[in-house]
């Protein structure tokens, strides 16, 4: 069952400016995975932050977690046009190694 | 990096025609794939896990009578969605992991988009 919830759904934002995205979920887990998927196409593995972390960067990317409040944020620096996709959030959970994604955020970044 | 296909990436039915999606691990084993299911403009949902040599495990609400699946090796998974209907229609996308212990990263198919007319 999907477990995450993340906002907004639905941001548009000028090249250049930062996109903020975050996640909730709610049970514990092993690691939180950032996912992107450009329209009609498949997933592309964006990066990953295990429990015991709680800030993790890769290139324009940093990812935060808190596990205390069970959410965590995605932030994309100097957005591009290109960055244009849905976002998702993926966690895994002890004893469950399928993963559960969030309802995922639609980015628009206007050339 | 580890790889996963899907065939078809796209097909186009009747209703009431049968429809078998391949999810092929090319560089790895994988004793456990994934079937997720995208509506349009929503989440990916896991329909079940497959599991080489044993039954499929589905997730509540998926009917496993309807949605065959079969993981005949440690490289191949099929889901069949039988007889078919425009409620079907959908992207499906199968994940694999990697059997090393402890691995975390899942690898992704490119995804099915499967439309019933």
């Known amino acids: 069952s999907q477990q995450g919830e993340e906002d907004p759904q639905a941001l548009s934002i000028q090249e250049g400016e930062n996109a903020t995205m975050n996640c909730s979920y709610k049970?514990?887990?092993?690691?939180l995975q950032w996912y992107r998927q450009n329209s009609g196409r498949g997933l592309v593995h964006l990066i990953l932050?295990?429990?015991?972390?709680r800030e993790k960067h890769s290139g324009r990317l940093r990812v935060t977690l808190d596990t205390s409040k069970k959410s965590s944020s995605l932030l994309i620096t100097a957005s591009r046009a290109a960055d244009t996709a849905s976002y998702f959030c993926?966690?895994?959970?002890?004893?469950?190694?399928?993963?559960?994604f969030g309802s995922g955020t639609r980015l628009q970044v206007q050339p | 990096g580890a790889v996963v296909s899907q065939h078809p990436s796209r097909v186009i039915c009747k209703s009431g025609t049968s429809v078998k999606i391949e999810c092929r691990s090319l560089d790895f084993q994988a004793t456990t794939m994934f079937w997720y299911r995208q509506f349009p403009k929503q989440s990916l949902m896991l329909m079940a896990t497959s599991n080489e040599g044993s039954k499929a495990t589905y997730e509540q609400g998926v009917e496993k009578d309807k949605f065959l699946i079969n993981h005949a090796s440690l490289t191949l998974s099929t889901l069949t969605v039988t007889s078919a209907h425009p409620e079907d229609s959908s992207f499906y996308i199968c994940?694999?992991?990697?059997?090393?212990?402890?691995?975390?990263?899942?690898?992704f198919g490119p995804g099915t988009r499967l439309t019933v007319l």
């Open positions: 994940s694999a992991r990697p059997p090393r212990e402890g691995g975390d990263t899942q690898y």
């Open positions: 932050i295990r429990s015991n972390e």
């Open positions: 993926a966690t895994d959970r002890a004893g469950r190694r399928a993963l559960t």
């Open positions: 049970t514990s887990i092993n690691n």
